[in-house]
């Protein structure tokens, strides 16, 4: 079978098939040459912010204690040094910087924090939708009904990102994974600062205490997943939900916004796939309300900060997919951005390739055009015997001029 795949891809290769190569170069060199010629612009500030973020979340940390703390930070730095795993871990820095920022929140002084606010979400779920959705679904419960909200909130919901940036890598173009994984990281970054200066209770906190003040010495609760535990005999859910290190982190729903931007930027892929896509976000959206974790207004404000990281990355950054492509393999050429700009000069697509194939930008370390193909070497290729070439884009483009 991986022979037969292998053989599929190699047929479909073409003579600028290099903006599909990956890089396979261990030399750190490579990378300290790749940033010298890098151009920098105002894009390149989030890494700065991550830099400050991880500096931040690093000092606030108390456990796990300073060695292991260390070799995070080594391993994270060896990644970005070199060049066959920088290419992945570059755009997943967005993503692995809110991680470590969500645990960090735990232990950030409550004497820092915001107050919270317990009466506002129910209040505009009364005033949006006249009534309390998250309780009126949660009223009749049932085995079967645990199960299904489980999967999608407690099981889908971490795997999807993985299996969809695996399906974008196969069928989408060139530069569609890193423009996903950072507009990911960033949203869900954005997402916990919300939470962090807007915190607000969730609906089994309604349940345990009514609209009694909050304070963050409370614990945080599995609500109904207490159930699943239970049924499977497990303590998984019960025990992690408990130490949560954002226990009023109600609004936004960042479970809807994942699953919201899982649907936009796969349906952008396979537009005829939508309703499947749009039933795996609704099917979530029950899934929170019916195990008591949200209520529907923090979904729709998760979503809508979905939307907009999703917008945004398609206007400015997502390559275009060509309905005639089938796999990444078959692209010769990617144009990034709604807007097709007319009349572009063989020179505006040596500039813009260029400036975008150091990996450093929004774009991957693929090459990323306007419009025409990309001029590369013809005696290049993305294969060299069984094993990805080895040149990357940069050398493709001095080799071919």
């Not at 890089?23 to 500030?45: C, E, G, I, M, V």
């Not at 009904?145 to 999967?151: F, G, H, R, Y």
């Not at 089994?204 to 005999?233: M, Q, T």
């Not at 193909?373 to 070439?389: C, M, Y």
Request: hydrophobic content about 45%.
């Amino acid at each position: 079978m991986r022979r037969k795949l292998r053989s599929r891809i190699r047929s479909r290769q073409s003579p600028s098939s290099a903006i599909t190569s990956v890089q396979t170069s261990f030399r750190p060199s490579d990378t300290l040459r790749s940033l010298r010629a890098h151009k920098w612009s105002y894009y390149d500030a989030q890494y700065l912010l991550l830099i400050l973020l991880g500096i931040f979340s690093f000092s606030i940390i108390q456990s796990p204690g300073p060695l292991t703390k260390t070799a995070v930070g080594s391993l994270i730095l060896v990644s970005l040094l070199l060049p066959i795993t920088r290419q992945f871990f570059l755009p997943f820095l967005p993503i692995a910087g809110w991680l470590i920022f969500f645990f960090a929140c735990g232990f950030i002084p409550g004497s820092w924090r915001p107050p919270i606010w317990v009466r506002v979400l129910p209040t505009l779920e009364n005033v949006l939708y006249g009534a309390n959705l998250s309780n009126i679904l949660s009223a009749h419960q049932h085995a079967v009904l645990d199960v299904l909200a489980w999967l999608p909130y407690g099981i889908i919901h971490f795997g999807a990102p993985a299996v969809c940036s695996i399906i974008m890598f196969l069928f989408g173009p060139p530069g569609y994974v890193p423009v996903f994984a950072r507009s990911f990281g960033w949203m869900n970054f954005t997402g916990v600062c919300i939470q962090l200066l807007f915190p607000c209770s969730p609906p089994w906190y309604e349940n345990l205490y009514g609209l009694a003040p909050a304070n963050y010495s409370i614990p945080g609760s599995p609500a109904g997943l207490a159930r699943v535990d239970k049924l499977f005999g497990l303590n998984l859910y019960t025990s992690s939900f408990t130490a949560s290190p954002l226990v009023f982190g109600a609004f936004p729903s960042l479970h809807a916004g994942n699953a919201a931007i899982e649907t936009l930027f796969m349906s952008n892929l396979f537009p005829k796939l939508r309703p499947l896509f749009i039933t795996y976000a609704l099917w979530l959206w029950w899934a929170t309300m019916y195990l008591s974790h949200h209520y529907a207004v923090d979904l729709v404000g998760g979503s809508l900060l979905a939307g907009v990281a999703y917008y945004i990355a398609k206007g400015y950054f997502l390559p275009r997919v060509q309905p005639d492509k089938f796999l990444r393999w078959d692209y010769d050429y990617t144009e990034v951005g709604d807007t097709v700009t007319e009349g572009y000069a063989l020179v505006d697509l040596d500039r813009k390739l260029d400036s975008e194939s150091d990996g450093w930008t929004m774009g991957s370390s693929s090459s990323i055009s306007s419009g025409s193909n990309s001029p590369v070497d013809d005696s290049q290729s993305l294969w060299e015997g069984d094993t990805l070439g080895s040149h990357s884009d940069t050398e493709s483009l001095d080799r071919s001029g």
